[in-house]
């Protein structure tokens, strides 16, 4: 394990804080306490993620150490970190859903960036990706303001929570097979704790569109045979033991679809706004 780096300033609220962040240490918006339980194996994680609310699922997911790879890892990149971050302290920790408690909209990516939320300790936030996401929704009047710089940049989103199927930066960006699943229970128990507001999922990319199609199933929906497939702009309707929900796929916001033009600014505004229209029948 790699030991916690001298203390330094939070860019935004000061302090002094290690990296990786110490729960309970005065992080915004770091809902783990000293006291948090903390899961060391897949067990542990089924077993913790059977939470009684969002904000104790969050926290607990948000000191989860059951995958050894990714927990290395996210704190390495942590404690080198990238040189233009060096005066900074990184977060070095799973990264939570964030947004909107009671959200209708759930957006759902791949895993944090390693100098991105898992520097910042927020979804998305920190990197070219999160700037396209946080910039739409805040041309929908979704989000308070269009950068997502930092946790602690003020930043509030309203009928809309974004959340990673893999909470730890992982090395090149590819999770295993066995880290996507020992993770899974604290994707399921976060949507099933939104269903009885979500209206619908939009999933940024085929991992994402296959993991929330997975925890659906765990959940009681019935997932059409064959699975559907992603696309961008793809739709399935889906009835969940808390009603209808709608999924849509959209093309990741990676540098490699944004630079070449697969997915515009209004590519991605249209698949939001699809979002905002209730599915059939009500959500």
């Known amino acids: 394990m790699t030991s916690a780096s001298t203390p330094l300033p939070h860019p935004i609220i000061g302090g002094s804080f290690t990296s990786p962040v110490a729960a309970?240490?005065?992080w915004p918006d770091d809902q783990a306490e000293t006291t948090t339980e903390v899961a060391t194996t897949p067990a542990e994680v089924a077993q913790l993620a059977a939470a009684a609310s969002l904000a104790e699922a969050t926290a607990r997911s948000s000191v989860c150490r059951a995958c050894p790879r990714l927990v290395a890892?996210?704190?390495?990149?942590?404690?080198?970190k990238r040189a233009s971050f060096a005066?900074?302290?990184?977060?070095g920790r799973p990264v939570t859903g964030w947004g909107d408690p009671a959200a209708a909209i759930l957006v759902l990516g791949l895993a944090p960036a390693a100098n991105g939320g898992n520097r910042t300790g927020r979804v998305f936030t920190g990197d070219r990706s999160g700037d396209w996401v946080f910039a739409a929704l805040h041309r929908l009047g979704l989000a308070?303001?269009?950068?997502s710089e930092h946790a602690g940049d003020g930043l509030a989103l309203t009928g809309v929570r974004i959340v990673a199927a893999v909470r730890c930066a992982p090395p090149a960006n590819k999770p295993t097979t066995a880290e996507r699943d020992t993770c899974a229970p604290w994707l399921d128990r976060e949507i099933q704790l939104l269903l009885p507001t979500l209206s619908t999922l939009v999933a940024l990319g085929g991992f994402a569109w296959s993991a929330v199609l997975a925890t659906l199933r765990r959940l009681g929906t019935q997932v059409p045979r064959p699975v559907p497939r992603f696309g961008?702009?793809?739709e399935v309707d889906l009835d969940t033991p808390e009603g209808r929900l709608r999924l849509l796929g959209c093309y990741h916001p990676s540098q490699q679809n944004t630079f070449t033009g697969r997915?515009?600014?209004d590519m991605l505004d249209d698949i939001l706004r699809r979002a905002m229209a209730a599915p059939?029948?009500?959500?």
Do not use: C, F, M
Request: glycine share 16%; hydrophobic share 25%; charged share 20%.
């Open 24 to 26: 309970g240490s005065g």
């Open 73 to 80: 890892w996210r704190e390495d990149v942590a404690v080198t």
């Open 87 to 91: 005066d900074q302290p990184y977060w």
């Open 144 to 147: 308070s303001q269009p950068i």
């Open 232 to 234: 961008h702009g793809a």
């Open 263 to 265: 997915l515009t600014e």
């Open 280 to 283: 059939p029948d009500g959500g």
